[in-house]
Each structure stands twice: as C-alpha cells, then as structure tokens.
Nanobody
Framework: EVRLVESGGALVQTGGSLRLSCETS????????IGWFRQAPGKQHEGVSS????????YYGDSVKGRFTISKDGAKNTVYLEMNSLKAEDTAVYYC????????????????WGHGTLVIVSS
C-alpha cells in the first residue's frame, strides 16, 4: 500500500519557521520525485517544491524561492520542507506527492498524494 504521510503543520507567526515532513512507504523511494503542493482557501493547488531521488534535481516555485528548502533522508524514505520567513500568504494545506521519474516541475499532479497538513501563518 502506497502511503505519504505529512506532518509538522501548525499555527505560526509571520516571519516564523516550520519544518514539514513527508514519510513515504509502499513504493521504491529512489525511483520517484517527491514534491509539495499547497492549497490556500479559495485557490487552486500550487506546486511549491520537489526533489528528484533519481537525479537529485530540485524545483522551487517562484513564491517560495529563497525562503523554503527541500531535503530528503533516503534511509527514512522521508522528505522535508523547511519553511522560513513565513508570510500570511503561505497559509494553506500542504500536500506531499510522488511522481515516477526524475526532475519534476510540478506542472502535473504526479502519481500519489498524501492527505495534507495545515499551516496557518498569523500576525
């Protein structure tokens, strides 16, 4: 059974930091890119960041470049999203997703999604 389980969402003040985790199981982690999407209230899903486990390529959406960092722990089949300098507009449900293959610019939804974790940035 494929599982992607997000954790780490919380209420945080503007300018603060959070680290999200995505624990995966049920597929060969090394063959997939893992990414983060987010959906803010009333808005469409937005691709935030991805990391390819096969070639190491990394993608960041323009709205998070310089503030968010994606990383992975292959031994734990887990991907992390370090979020710094958080803004109110970062408030959203953050979803972890997996896509077979290499570099992923997140223009499609990939193969599997988790259930999401809520991040609220408040002043």
């Amino acid at each position: 059974e494929v599982r992607l389980v997000e954790s780490g969402g919380a209420l945080v003040q503007t300018g603060g930091s959070l680290r999200l985790s995505c624990e995966t199981s049920g597929f060969n982690f090394d063959d997939y890119a893992i990414g983060w999407f987010r959906q803010a209230p009333g808005k469409q899903h937005e691709g935030v960041s991805s990391i390819s486990n096969s070639d190491g390529s990394i993608y960041y959406g323009d709205s998070v470049k310089g503030r968010f960092t994606i990383s992975k722990d292959g031994a734990k089949n887990t991907v992390y999203l370090e979020m710094n300098s958080l803004k109110a507009e970062d408030t959203a449900v953050y979803y972890c997703a997996a896509k077979y293959g290499g570099s992923w610019r997140m223009r499609d939804r990939g193969d599997w999604w988790g259930h999401g974790t809520l991040v609220i940035v408040s002043s």
